[in-house]
T-cell receptor, first 109, second 119 residues
Framework: RKEVEQDPGPFNVPEGATVAFNCTYS??????FFWYRQDCRKEPKLLMS???SGNEDGRFTAQLNRASQYISLLIRDSKLSDSATYLC??????????FGSGTQLTVLP | GAVVSQHPSWVICKSGTSVKIECRSL??????MFWYRQFPKQSLMLMAT?????????EQGVEKDKFLINHASLTLSTLTVTSAHPEDSSFYIC???????????????FGPGTRLLVL
């Protein structure tokens, strides 16, 4: 079983839609979680960290449920520029990052 | 934010040649650098962790004699793919983590990646 699992998608949504991505992790020792965004043929870029209390950054909301070992990302009012692959990432005590395989999002005009 | 550069951005080489990829932290001192590989439609896979001045720690399944890593300074790490073969064709990405201020210390900053195509 992969340490970090994501639904690969693809998710094709119209502009303005709300879309949610889910991620599960198997290593209960993982301490920190992040969502990264990766555009085609580019390096991943940090989108936001994920906290148990939930955190919001503009149209993006991330949530961590440690009991269920589950992470989510909600994108509201999606824009064309949100089209990318979204990577769920965990970090353990050694602070190495473990990447999920990514969820592909395409926002359609 | 902190900037990490990689050179070259892409390389095409013949099978059997060696390829060196450089990763530089431009505005901070990177005590730790990481090398990842990403095949099409797959996730980034950590190859090795490199601490300045010491030997790199390789992940299981990564041949240390084939993927030579040198982290001789706080701003430069190199990955050399020795005797490259077509199956080594991939997207190689480095990241750097600093040892200075808390913000840079905790965050990994990624380089733009190097596309390697071995013919």
């Amino acid at each position: 079983r992969k340490e970090v699992e994501q639904d690969p998608g693809p998710f094709n949504v119209p502009e303005g839609a709300t879309v949610a991505f889910n991620c599960t992790y198997s290593n209960s020792a993982s301490q920190s979680f992040f969502w990264y965004r990766q555009d085609c043929r580019k390096e991943p870029k940090l989108l936001m960290s994920v906290y148990s209390s939930g955190n919001e950054d503009g149209r993006f909301t991330a949530q961590l449920n440690r009991a269920s070992q589950y992470i989510s990302l909600l994108i509201r009012d999606s824009k064309l520029s949100d089209s990318a692959t979204y990577l769920c990432v965990g970090s353990g005590s050694a602070r190495q990052l473990t990447f999920g395989s990514g969820t592909q999002l395409t926002v359609l005009p | 934010g902190a900037v990490v550069s990689q050179h070259p951005s892409w390389v095409i080489c013949k099978s059997g040649t060696s390829v060196k990829i450089e990763c530089r932290s431009l505005d901070f001192q990177a005590t730790t650098m990481f090398w990842y590989r990403q095949f099409p439609k797959q996730s980034l896979m950590l190859m090795a962790t490199s601490n300045e001045g010491s030997k790199a720690t390789y992940e299981q399944g990564v041949e240390k004699d084939k993927f030579l890593i040198n982290h001789a300074s706080l701003t430069l790490s190199t990955l050399t793919v020795t005797s490259a073969h077509p199956e080594d064709s991939s997207f190689y990405i480095c990241s750097a983590r600093g040892g200075g201020s808390s913000g840079v210390q905790e965050t990994q900053y990624f380089g733009p990646g190097t596309r390697l195509l071995v013919l």
